[in-house]
């Protein structure tokens, strides 16, 4: 390592992204993912996208009961 570092020509921020904008995986069970895999290949739709809906009823359902599990 250097003693010394010359920053006057660095630019704060510059790889700064707010936490908001991280993509966090989620990593699902082999079978999980293998089911709803092969529901998917036949509908043409992402994977991704069958989760997040099925994840989002699981949500709605939740709110609608007034209970919060975390």
């Known amino acids: 390592m ?3 570092y010359d920053f ?3 630019e704060q921020g510059k ?3 707010p936490i908001e904008e991280l993509e966090i995986p989620i990593n699902l069970d082999k079978e999980v993912k293998e089911f709803f895999s092969k529901k998917t290949i ?3 739709v992402r994977l991704d996208k069958v ?3 099925i994840l989002r ?3 709605q ?3 609608f009961r ?3 599990t975390s």
């Open 51 to 53: 989760i997040n809906t």
């Open 66 to 68: 007034g209970k919060d």
């Open 57 to 59: 009823k699981e949500m």
């Open 61 to 63: 359902k939740t709110a």
């Open 42 to 44: 036949n509908r043409n």
């Open 8 to 10: 006057s020509k660095a």
């Open 2 to 4: 250097k003693k010394n």
């Open 15 to 17: 790889f700064y992204r």
